[in-house]
């Protein structure tokens, strides 16, 4: 069975980084956002300026001001801290619609059913933050959500210096007990202060300690509680990414490590994106009625473009038709482009009829369900229809149907 791509992403000091946003004359001072120090105001965020010298959430303000004299006191502003949360939520859900929030600054993800490494997807989610909303984050990536979390609080926890950590820290699959095993036992979830005080008695030091203990004897220490701490030494963890929302649009995007402006490596690129979107779309059992794609040029601009389909679909060809009609209206040639990306809404269930003798429709569906098969079991880069390759050089051979 294929291991699950779960990240975990967390805004760096989000509140902070919001003020910032706000006043950017706070950008690398030590400040904290907050309640008043005459009263009993406490830190709700501060800044990683701040932290050098002590201060962190949950501190009494006055007592912050006596380890940082030079401290600027932010109040907050809470109604802009959702509206950010929002922003930050619409590019998660750009990227995948399995995105479970945790707090107003971080969620999970299931990227699973993208065909991009983890660390990979991670980067890329990472960057569009930084360069759409101007935000630091950082990301744990494992196959549970128990250890992507963990691995999180970890890389940033190894950040000491006064800037965001910017953290990407990932556990490959199959390695979630080794990463584990040495980590202090407060790191493992259901582990606070109580449990930890008699973990200790017993003589357990680390997670790993847990995980080769026996586990009726936990059970027995601990009720069902131990035996749960048991399973999750080991790194195990089934629980599924909780989403709740309908989906309403799936899409893909690429930003260039330097900016392209040959127009047949960025339709071949668009080509590859269009089929990743394509093939989303019929694992979750939904067609397209419009199709969009948007280009960043060099100076941060975003135009787009959008195109209303004369009936929903997932086919490949299709999309990529209307994805390169788009793209060549909206294209100045020779122009570099930081990004490239695709997108699909309007979405529906998928109803194909059968008929009594085989179409060109049908026998595109089959060769569409053969190659998400191989797609399942090899990966994404296992298969790619030779034509989206050719895509640049002959864009008539964008349409599929024959």
């Given at each position: 069975?294929?291991?699950r ?11 902070c980084a ?12 030590p ?22 010298y ?12 006596r380890?940082?004299p ?20 619409a590019v998660?859900?750009?990227?995948t ?7 107003i ?12 490494p ?30 992507a ?11 000491k210096?006064?800037?965001p950590?910017?953290?990407?820290l ?37 997670i ?27 790194g195990?963890?089934?629980r ?11 899409s893909?995007?690429t ?8 127009g ?37 601009s ?6 209303t389909?004369?009936?929903p679909?997932d ?13 060549d ?15 699909t ?9 059968l008929s ?10 089959r060769?569409?369900?053969a ?15 030779g034509?989206?390759?050719?895509v640049?050089?002959?864009r ?7």
């Amino acid at each position: 069975m294929t291991a699950r791509k779960i990240l975990h992403l967390d805004l760096d000091a989000f509140f902070c980084a919001v003020e910032e946003l706000r006043d950017v004359s706070l950008r690398g001072k030590p400040f904290a956002v907050g309640g008043s120090p005459q009263g009993r105001g406490v830190v709700a965020s501060c800044s990683y300026a701040a932290r050098q010298y002590g201060v962190h959430s949950a501190m009494p303000m006055a007592q912050a001001l006596r380890a940082c004299p030079e401290l600027v006191v932010v109040r907050g502003h809470h109604s802009g801290y959702s509206a950010v949360s929002r922003q930050v939520r619409a590019v998660f859900e750009d990227l995948t619609p399995l995105v479970e929030p945790i707090s107003i600054d971080e969620a999970f993800l299931d990227v699973s059913d993208l065909p991009e490494p983890a660390e990979e997807i991670a980067r890329i989610l990472q960057r569009r933050i930084q360069d759409e909303l101007d935000l630091p984050s950082s990301l744990g990536v494992a196959s549970n959500k128990l250890v992507a979390k963990i691995a999180n609080n970890i890389g940033k926890a190894r950040h000491k210096g006064p800037t965001p950590p910017r953290a990407i820290l990932v556990v490959p699959p199959g390695q979630e007990a080794a990463f584990l095993a040495p980590l202090p036992l407060k790191e493992l979830w259901g582990v606070g202060p109580k449990t930890e005080e008699k973990l200790k008695r017993m003589g357990f030091r680390a997670i790993g300690d847990i995980a080769r203990a026996n586990e009726k004897m936990m059970t027995t220490q601990f009720g069902k509680h131990g035996r749960d701490l048991w399973r999750r030494a080991q790194g195990r963890d089934d629980r599924p990414v909780e989403y709740t929302h309908e989906v309403k649009s799936i899409s893909q995007e690429t930003t260039f490590s330097k900016d392209v402006a040959d127009g047949d490596r960025l339709r071949q690129t668009l080509a590859r994106l269009t089929e990743n979107v394509a093939y989303r779309l019929r694992q979750q059992g939904l067609c397209a009625g419009t199709v969009r794609i948007k280009l960043r040029w060099s100076d941060f601009s975003t135009p787009t473009r959008q195109l209303t389909l004369p009936r929903p679909t997932d086919a490949d060809g299709v999309i990529i038709q209307a994805a390169c009609t788009l793209f060549d209206a909206l294209w100045e040639e020779g122009r570099p482009v930081r990004l490239l990306g695709v997108g699909t809404s309007n979405l529906t269930p998928c109803s194909h009829q059968l008929s009594l003798w085989e179409t060109p429709d049908e026998k595109e569906r089959r060769l569409l369900a053969a190659m998400d098969e191989l797609r399942q079991r090899y990966g994404e880069k296992v298969v790619r229809r030779g034509r989206s390759l050719d895509v640049g050089r002959n864009r008539d051979d964008t349409n599929t149907s024959k």
